[in-house]
Every structure is written in C-alpha cells, then in structure tokens.
C-alpha cells in the first residue's frame, strides 16, 4: 500500500476535486467519518460545512486541509468495507480519529486506490502538526496495515504503479472554453499529483494543458503577497 499525503491549499479546493469525480461518475464516497448523517445523505454543502466550522476556529493555522489517498496493488481486489475499515485504521494510527473526514473511492485507475479529505484543526481549536507526518506516523501505520491485511507492501509495488500516470483534463481552449471553470479543472486535477518546487516546474506541465501562472508585476499586491495569476494561453 502506497500513502501519498498532500496539503491543499483550502478545504474547498480538496472537496472539489473529488466530488468533480463523483459527478462525473469516476469516484463514489463511501464514508463519512465524525459526522451528523451517513456519507449517502450529506450534499457538498453539509460536507464543506462541518470542516469550516471547525477551520474557522483557528484563524492563525497556515495549513488546515489534509488530502491523503492510499494506493493498492494492481491485482488487489479489496472491498467497499474493507477499504473503509482500512481508511478507518490508518487515520486512528496517525492521529486523526476525532476528526471529521470523508472516504472517496475512485474508479478511475488501473489500481483500487482511496482518497481522504480531512482537517488538522481541532474541535478546541489547537491543531494537529504535520510536520514530518508522512515520514513518521503516516509510515509506520502503512507498515503495520500491510502486515494486518495481508497487501501488496509498497516496496514491492511495481515501479509503474507508482509513477505518475497523464492526467485525463481536457485542455482549455482559447475563446472556447469556460475560463474559470476550465482552470479549476486542470488546477484540481494537477496539483494535488504533480511535484514542483518552483513556478517554472509547475508551468512546465500547465502548459500541457494551455494554461500558465504569474506571479504579476514585483510593485503588485499579488506578487507582494506571493500569489498566483493563471492565465489561458492563446
């Protein structure tokens, strides 16, 4: 089992990318964990709410928003139940029992893989660290998982499995497709999966899909605050 742990840049954002799966019928989210009604019941705004209402507590927290997706081997053939008592167990052994957080199934992969979307802040407003969770606690519990359920151990998944696989997003159009809507799409659906540690990575594969960032001009409110504009490319 691969444990792949990102820190999106909101709850919405999160949110958004899985639930554009279910829309488009390529993801199902099959638990609800820590909150009022079963995940079946819940719309997108009853989701988003219980996670700001605790978000909202900590005004201070630079990270707020844990997006977490196991992988399974290729040939591993795991259950609706299992995979939800497997979420269940990995949250609980890297400190997120108490927390709110919603199991997704996706459907769109050659491997049976789950995402998790979740908060770091507290019902007390204090906020679980992450620093280092992913080499740590996020390791350790894999381990111990794959040796409870018998999986496919990460180390011994093939090397295809875990390499990045192209990204099915249609490419924006100039003048064709819907602007926002178009750059959400491709936003939701690369950041969360590529690796980039400067601008000029992250627009390398923007452009692939006609899309690029700009930091603006040096004097400007966007660049003095370390934002981004994304622009269509013509």
């Known amino acids: 089992m691969v444990a792949k742990i990102t ?3 909101s709850i919405q954002r999160a949110l958004n990318y899985n639930e554009q799966k279910m829309r488009e ?17 819940l719309n997108f705004s009853e ?11 900590n005004k201070r927290a630079s990270t707020n ?8 081997g290729l040939n591993e053939k795991i259950e ?42 507290k019902k007390n407003g204090k906020r679980i660290s992450l620093h280092n969770l992913g080499r740590n606690e996020s390791t350790k519990a894999r381990k111990e998982i794959e040796i409870t359920y018998n999986l496919i151990k990460a180390e011994d998944q093939t090397k ?6 192209p990204i099915n997003v249609i490419r924006i159009t100039y003048g064709k497709s819907p602007t926002k809507r178009g750059i959400v799409n491709v936003l939701d659906s690369i950041l969360p999966k590529y690796k ?7 627009n390398a594969v923007l452009k692939l899909y006609n ?21 269509v490319l013509d």
């Open 25 to 41: 019928g390529k993801a199902e989210c099959i638990y609800a964990h820590n909150f009022l009604r079963e995940a079946e019941h």
């Open 196 to 202: 980039y540690a400067s601008l000029a990575e992250l």
């Open 80 to 121: 609706r139940e299992k995979l939800v008592e497997i979420a269940s167990v990995y949250m609980d052994k890297i400190g997120f029992a108490d927390q709110p957080y919603l199991v997704y199934q996706h459907l769109d992969a050659g491997h049976p893989h789950i995402h998790i979307v979740t908060t770091n802040i």
């Open 160 to 165: 295809q499995s875990d390499e990045i696989k």
């Open 65 to 72: 928003t844990v997006h977490v997706s196991l992988n399974f």
């Open 211 to 231: 899309l690029t960032a700009d930091r603006g001009k040096e004097e400007g409110i966007i660049f003095k605050n370390r934002g981004l504009v994304y622009r």
């Open 47 to 57: 989701k988003l709410q219980r996670f700001e209402d605790l978000i909202s507590l």
């Open 7 to 9: 820190v999106p840049i």
